[in-house]
């Protein structure tokens, strides 16, 4: 059985859809009526308009980095996903980048590794492997991030 996210069904979409329009006609319309009908009125509406969008966008959009599965390359950057050509070390607090990057390295050398880092409050397990291809060259490799389960996963000395 196939498990998704919850997708919105087609009447949602619509009422959302004419919810927002309606919105926006009414924001430009009584700003526009503020200012006096002029094309400053209507430029300040459509300003007023965008600066709400984006700062709605911003807000309810969750954040992509902290993935469960990263997928990263030999320079240690991601190599799919929301966060593609970024460091994989920045998508995780400071005090854990030293860890991760030596565990990501010695993955791309053929060594996967299940750690924790005595520095994270929140205890998290990761696991990183190399990808290999048919003829066994590491090309990529992957971490894996995900709350603790017991006390299988050694914390870093």
Known sequence: MIVRPFAMSQTHRVASTVLLVAGLLLVIAGLTGALGGSWLGVVASLAVVIGLLYAGAVWFVPEAPHSDALLFDRRLT????????????????????????????????????????????????????????????????????????????????
């Open 78 to 157: 991601l190599a799919a996903g929301a966060a593609c050509g970024r460091p994989v070390v920045d998508l995780f607090p400071p005090p854990l980048r030293h860890d991760i990057e030596q565990y990501c390295l010695a993955a791309l050398d053929g060594h996967p590794a299940r750690f924790s880092c005595a520095a994270d409050p929140e205890r998290r397990a990761f696991e990183v492997a190399p990808i290999r291809t048919a003829e066994g060259l590491v090309v990529y490799g992957v971490l894996l991030s995900g709350s603790r389960q017991g006390a299988d996963a050694p914390a870093l000395a």
